[in-house]
T-cell receptor
Framework: GQNIDQPTEMTATEGAIVQINCTYQ??????LFWYQQHAGEAPTFLSY??LDGLEEKGRFSSFLSRSKGYSYLLLKELQMKDSASYLC??????????WGAGTKLIIKP | DVKVTQSSRYLVKRTGEKVFLECVQD?????MFWYRQDPGLGLRLIYF???????EKGDIPEGYSVSREKKERFSLILESASTNQTSMYLC?????????????FGSGTRLTVV
């Protein structure tokens, strides 16, 4: 079967750095996506990785290791507005997105 | 920017009612999807469509049907609403043939069946 695992909840302090991990087992791989979802709102696109390595976009970075079936999202200089759920999703061999259950990130002052 | 518009933000319906959830996208995307999202379960795919008049079952199609008569519009139908269909419903669209393109979501419809 297809499976994407990520922690259910994480807590971090404003101004700090947090790393949200995602491991996956899917039938085929055509890229990995990270989305941010604030409570009661729709998910919004954060990043896309298809090759191994780190993709940096401002305060957010995303890393991929295809051989390990592993990705992480790194958030630096945390702000209160970063409190949200972060969803990991893999595009499988049918080009469909398979979703993790999401990681709820709580930022404390 | 791509816009995906869902007709209602909140809905309250009675058990046994027929419910229509409408979704319209304005960027000529081929692919459209309906998900439901429940706490701890993540996004679960109900139905999807890759073209007009075409539909495919997702992971949890039971109790639902869909209609795609026009490219921009994808409707989700609950034939006879039940309390276990109380959920957040999210519509999404995407472009075919572009691997780096993810999904663009509508703002969601929170449906309560009483």
């Amino acid at each position: 079967g297809q499976n994407i695992d990520q922690p259910t909840e994480m807590t971090a302090t404003e101004g700090a750095i947090v790393q949200i991990n995602c491991t996956y087992q899917t039938s085929g791989f055509n890229g990995l996506f990270w989305y941010q979802q604030h409570a009661g709102e729709a998910p919004t696109f954060l990043s896309y990785n298809v090759l191994d390595g780190l993709e940096e976009k401002g305060r957010f970075s995303s890393f991929l290791s295809r051989s390990k079936g592993y990705s992480y999202l790194l958030l630096k200089e945390l702000q209160m507005k970063d409190s949200a759920s972060y969803l990991c999703a893999v595009k499988d061999s049918n080009y469909q997105l398979i979703w993790g259950a999401g990681t709820k990130l709580i930022i404390k002052p | 920017d791509v816009k995906v518009t869902q007709s209602s933000r909140y809905l309250v319906k009675r058990t046994g009612e027929k419910v229509f959830l409408e979704c319209v996208q304005d960027m000529d995307h081929e692919n459209m999807f309906w998900y439901r999202q429940d706490p701890g379960l993540g996004l679960r795919l109900i139905y999807f469509s890759y073209d007009v008049k075409m539909k495919e079952k997702g992971d949890i199609p039971e109790g639902y049907s869909v209609s795609r008569e026009k490219k921009e519009r994808f409707s989700l139908i609950l034939e006879s609403a039940s309390t276990n269909q109380t959920s957040m419903y999210l519509c999404a669209s995407s472009l075919s043939g572009v691997e780096s393109y993810g999904y663009t979501f509508g703002s969601g419809t929170r449906l309560t069946v009483v």
